[in-house]
């Protein structure tokens, strides 16, 4: 009979997912259980794993109407021979609870409390009677006598908790195979005390949990926040206490940074002005120097002042900002400042009385910072036409004829870049056509 025939035949029938014929039926396996082991004191639910678990189907083609039978299903842990007392027959299995087909590669079911330690096979009988089996899939551990493990992810440990930010208490536990009963914290040094209760139904091996608020504005250097998480399993184990501090501190502001300006190639000892700074204690992160958003490393810190060196910098404006924990200030901004590099002179020669027009090239020139030097004696009249030029008239010659070196100098920055060009002075005369120490407009030194 075809399983068309075989379906239209009987009204109501009993038949298969995939026909009525035992020769087309498809054979089941079991591939896994979860948990793979488990401590004993009390029941918890278990998933097992594979695929061809068929349950029974009835038609019923007067009324046009299916339903399934999906409790029809048992599975049991059979003891391996010698893991446990007994002989390994089917009467030391332990049967398990609430079994129930979820789809053709899954059954949920309920390990009960006191499986006695050892290994098990697991053993998936179907509506039919036909069984299969994973073999050593199941480990009982017996009672559980280890405490779960907990600690706080979040604050980091030493953190900073600043007045008016949004502050994650996130808690993590872990009880191995075992399962975990309770989860949470008491959280003191907030208006009232807060209490974070971690849902943790149905009972878990680990889990993770938080709780966020408002820090409150700090009563005095001294304030704190704490927080004292605890867990229990489902046998009355108690983890360690890991009880932490925060330290409960301002916003910081800034006002000033001295100086403003310093070479790139660090070395600047800085102060940084402002309000709600606090240095590190033994047991606590103090305020956080950035530079670009990078960590410095200050020299000193009083409540209204940092004191940090300069690192070496690229040339143009860098953002400075303090943080306590997740407070950031607004920004001051230091500007470094490479040193000026002299490239090229024109004209590259003149009297020894000097007063030659001279205009010089380079980079990084500053105004009124930046000074060129003839020799050892300063540009006359000089001018500021852009970061890339000077001009001036060449001061007369100190020690006669001979090559002297155009020399660019940023004062503050105690920085000095040589020409690579020596400028020359040729020896033609006090009064020659090209220059003069009396050109208009530049009677002498300034």
């Known amino acids: 009979m075809t399983p068309t025939r075989c379906v239209a035949a009987v009204a109501p029938l009993i038949g298969a997912l995939w026909g009525c014929s035992a020769n087309s039926e498809q054979t089941a396996t079991v591939t896994a259980i979860s948990p793979t082991a ?27 109407a299916t339903d399934e039978d999906s409790s029809a299903f048992s599975v049991h842990l059979r003891p391996v021979a010698g893991a446990v007392a007994g002989d390994g027959s089917d009467a030391d299995s332990v049967a398990l609870g609430s079994v129930t ?43 559980d006598t280890v405490a779960p493990m907990i600690g706080i992810e979040r604050p980091a440990p030493r953190a900073l908790i600043a007045a008016g930010t949004s502050v994650t208490v996130a808690l993590v536990a872990d009880d191995g195979d075992g399962f975990l009963s309770t989860l949470g914290a008491t959280i003191v040094g907030l208006p009232g005390k807060a209490e974070l209760v971690c849902n943790v ?20 250097e001294n304030a704190a926040v704490v927080v004292d998480p605890h867990a229990d399993d489902t046998a009355g184990n108690r983890a360690t206490p890991a009880r932490a501090s925060f330290r409960l501190v301002p916003r910081p502001t800034l006002s ?54 300069m690192p070496q910098h690229d040339p143009g404006p860098a953002v400075l900002t ?47 910072q930046t000074q060129i030097y003839i020799g050892n004696l300063k540009l006359l009249c000089q001018k500021f ?34 020409s690579p060009y020596p400028f020359v002075y040729e020896p033609v005369g006090t009064d020659s056509p090209d220059g003069g120490v009396d050109q208009p407009g530049c009677a002498g030194p300034p």
């Open 322 to 368: 303090v943080a306590n924990g997740d407070a950031e200030s607004a920004a001051l901004t230091f500007q470094f400042v490479g040193a000026p590099i002299v490239r090229l002179a024109s004209p590259l020669s003149g009297p020894v009385t000097g007063g030659t027009p001279i205009s010089v090239a380079g980079n990084n020139f500053r105004n009124p």
């Open 38 to 64: 488990a401590f004993n004191d009390v029941a918890f639910p278990a998933s097992i794993v594979g695929d061809s678990f068929r349950p029974i189907y009835r038609f019923d083609t007067m009324a046009a």
């Open 201 to 220: 139904s149905p009972p878990p091996h680990h889990a993770r949990c938080q709780h966020q608020f408002v820090a409150p504005d700090p009563t005095d």
């Open 256 to 309: 000033y940074v001295s100086p403003q300006t310093g070479p790139a190639t660090g070395g600047t000892e800085i102060v940084v002005q402002g309000t709600g700074f606090v240095a590190p204690l033994d047991w606590s992160d103090g305020s956080r120097l950035l530079l670009d958003g990078r960590e410095l490393n200050p020299t000193g810190i009083t409540p209204t002042a940092i004191y940090a060196v």
């Open 101 to 143: 087909w979820t789809s053709p590669q899954g059954i949920s079911a309920t390990i009960p409390a006191g499986v006695p330690a050892g290994t098990y096979d697991v053993v998936v009988t179907d509506p039919r009677g036909a069984s299969v089996q994973l073999d050593a899939g199941f480990v009982s551990l017996g009672p």
């Open 385 to 418: 036409v852009s970061p890339l030029r000077i001009d001036g008239v060449v001061p007369p010659a100190q020690n006669g004829p001979g090559p002297v070196l155009i020399v660019a100098t940023d004062d503050p920055l105690q920085a000095t870049s040589v």
